[in-house]
């Protein structure tokens, strides 16, 4: 059975860090792409960062490029978000999610998600 | 990059009823969309992908169609279970982009 469970969210304020992890299992990790989406309160859902199988190619939503950094472990079977420069824009609850492919496609099995709230 | 737009933004229906939800990329992107519900506090499903291909698991009623920039997905007879908010997403390239989501409910 597939399982990918997030943690690492909390309460932070604005300006700083925050890394998230998600733990997989279930599945050959290092065969696919894995990606990071958000959902705001109330709100839609927004694509964030995707890493490819090899980590040869990683893309981000232009409001986040600059501030997080997705990285994965293979040998750990985990993901991760680094998250810096956090805003309040960025209060959402982070899923992390599986690839159906190594390079990108769309995403098959959802993790129940992180909560990250940035306030002061 | 490429935008994604939907319509409606909301709908009513009654159980039985045909459902018909557009999705309209701002460029081509081939066939390379998916289909998604998500149904309040529960993470999103998979439906669709690559356009029109059935999601292992995901009942006959859904079909989705399309390619370029335009796509459809539609409830051929929609359940209970069915209401709920569905959203597209382009896997052609990066960054990705979800459609603002259509929920639809009960009339």
């Known amino acids: 059975e597939v399982q990918l469970v997030e943690s690492g969210g909390g309460l932070v304020q604005p300006g700083r860090s925050l890394r998230l992890s998600c733990a997989a299992s279930g599945f050959t990790f290092d065969d696919y792409a894995m990606h990071w989406v958000r959902q705001a309160p109330g709100k839609g859902l927004e694509w964030v960062s995707g890493?490819?199988?090899?980590?040869?190619?990683?893309g981000y939503a232009d409001s986040v490029k600059g501030r997080f950094t997705i990285s994965r472990d293979n040998a750990k079977n985990s993901l991760y978000l680094q998250m810096n420069s956090l805003r309040t824009e960025d209060t959402a609850l982070y899923y992390c999610?599986?690839?159906?492919?190594?390079?990108?496609?769309?995403?098959?099995?959802w993790g129940q998600g992180t909560l990250v709230t940035v306030s002061s | 990059a490429i935008q994604m737009t939907q319509s409606p933004s909301s709908l009513s229906a009654s159980v039985g009823d045909r459902v018909t939800i557009t999705c309209r990329a701002s460029?081509?992107?081939?066939?390379?969309l998916g289909w998604y519900q998500q149904k309040p506090g529960e993470a999103p499903k998979l439906l669709i992908y690559a356009a029109s291909s059935l999601q292992s698991g995901v009942p006959s009623r859904f079909s989705g169609s399309g390619s370029g920039t335009d796509f459809t997905l539609t409830i051929s007879s929609l359940q209970p279970e069915d209401f709920a908010t569905y959203y597209c997403l382009q896997d052609y390239n990066y960054p990705r982009h979800f459609g603002p989501g259509t929920k639809v409910d009960i009339k």
């Open positions: 890493i490819s199988w090899n980590s040869g190619t990683i």
């Open positions: 460029q081509g992107i081939r066939n390379d």
């Open positions: 999610a599986k690839d159906m492919r190594g390079s990108g496609g769309q995403f098959d099995y």
